[in-house]
Nanobody, 119 residues
């Protein structure tokens, strides 16, 4: 199962970006979806996650600025990022687990999308 992350780019501090994570038509349902990020020289870290009942969790560093959401019908997960800071610069990855139309479990990663925030 492939996931496609998009929406990254270059933005000035204080700006906004919206990342999208698209699942393929092979997906029957997504359980938990998570956005991670990895800055140069640092370990990958959890940014935000959303469960099947839309419960959310955020890293302390993004609380109040980022919002994760999902569209179950479209098999899409979003990350709205506001008041961006240079420290948010990283490659952002989406991860999701769920069930395929063939009733097989999956746990997949999308390719990263680069977010660069200039000061």
């Amino acid at each position: 199962v492939q996931l496609q992350a998009s929406g990254g780019g270059l933005v000035k501090a204080g700006g906004s970006l919206r990342l999208s994570c698209a699942g393929t038509a092979l997906i029957r349902s997504i359980n938990t979806a998570t956005w991670y990020r990895q800055a140069p020289g640092k370990q990958r870290e959890l940014v935000a996650s959303i469960t099947s009942d839309s419960s959310t969790r955020y890293a302390d560093s993004v609380k109040g600025r980022f919002t994760i959401s999902r569209d179950n019908a479209k098999k899409m997960v979003y990350l709205e990022m506001n008041y961006l800071k240079p420290m948010d610069t990283a490659v952002y990855y989406c991860n999701a687990d769920g069930v395929t139309r063939q009733f097989r479990a999956f746990d997949s990663w999308g390719e990263g999308t680069q977010v660069t925030v200039s000061s």
